[in-house]
């Protein structure tokens, strides 16, 4: 818990989770506030709204995953990064989208996954130093 009297650090350098997949180096780029709020306009077009004015559903779930991986995803080509295109991503299967997904909505700061990184300051919302990994 923090005092008003505690200074909060930040930074504005972007964050990078480096990880394999089928072997091959990958980048995972934390979105910046612009691609973050793109990110965010296209999900909300999707949600449908009830006749009493609230959320009541979504109207499609297609490429939601992926798009925010195709958002954030770099292949290491040499000493190239190179966007992964959406349409390869959805290609994968429904368990490496899955895992991709929630590491790219933490390190974003989005959904469930971005509440428990930023929960009490703390990288993965528990006490200790399991997150700075």
């Not at 006749?51 to 958002?71: E, H, R, V, W, Y």
């Not at 390190?107 to 700075?132: M, Q, R, V, W, Y």
Request: hydrophobic content about 30%.
């Amino acid at each position: 818990m923090t005092t008003e009297t505690e200074t909060q650090d930040f930074t504005v350098d972007r964050e990078e989770k480096p990880l394999t997949i089928d072997g091959d180096a990958h980048v995972l780029i934390e979105l910046d506030g612009r691609q973050r709020d793109k990110y965010l306009t296209r999900i909300n077009k999707r949600v449908r709204i009830g006749p009493d004015g609230k959320q009541n559903g979504m109207k499609t779930f297609d490429g939601l995953q992926a798009s925010l991986i195709a958002a954030c995803l770099v292949k290491i080509e040499g000493d190239k990064r190179v966007p992964v295109p959406l349409e390869i991503i959805q290609n994968w299967p429904a368990r490496t989208i899955d895992g991709v997904y929630k590491l790219a909505q933490k390190l974003s700061a989005l959904g469930d996954e971005g509440k428990k990184k930023t929960k009490d300051g703390d990288e993965d919302g528990e006490d200790g130093d399991e997150g700075n990994d």
